[in-house]
Nanobody, 122 residues
Framework: QVQLVESGGGLVQTGGSLRVSCAAS????????VGWFRQAPGREREFVAA????????YYADSVKDRFTISRDNDKNTVTLEMNSLKPEDTAVYYC???????????????WGQGTQVTVSS
């Protein structure tokens, strides 16, 4: 079992920045890939970014590429998503998940956190 806890969401104006973090505990040796997804009301959960165990091959959705940066600190079992130039359409609950392989499909992720709200005002 892996437990994930997201933190760092909040309210920001368009063009602003936020950082959300995902802290893992439990059987963290299984956290091969950590991905960030988001879900807005009435919409499906969508892929945002993912990063492999070694920190290489960060992988982004086209909608956030060049604005968001994913990184991980394996010593602290933490994955961070830095979000810059935020837009109202980035508003959603952001979730982190753990998978054994890089994937954009949320069904490939076995464990999830409870989510953290990010709201971007226009």
């Amino acid at each position: 079992q892996v437990q994930l806890v997201e933190s760092g969401g909040g309210l920001v104006q368009t063009g602003g920045s936020l950082r959300v973090s995902c802290a893992a505990s439990g059987r963290t040796r299984n956290t091969y890939v950590v991905g960030w997804f988001r879900q807005a009301p009435g919409r499906e959960r969508e892929f945002v970014a993912a990063i492999s165990k070694g920190g290489g091959f960060p992988y982004y959705a086209d909608s956030v590429k060049d604005r968001f940066t994913i990184s991980r600190d394996n010593d602290k079992n933490t994955v961070t998503l830095e979000m810059n130039s935020l837009k109202p359409e980035d508003t959603a609950v952001y979730y982190c998940g753990v998978s054994t392989y890089l994937s954009r499909d949320p069904s490939g992720y076995a464990y999830w956190g409870q989510g953290t709200q990010v709201t971007v005002s226009s």
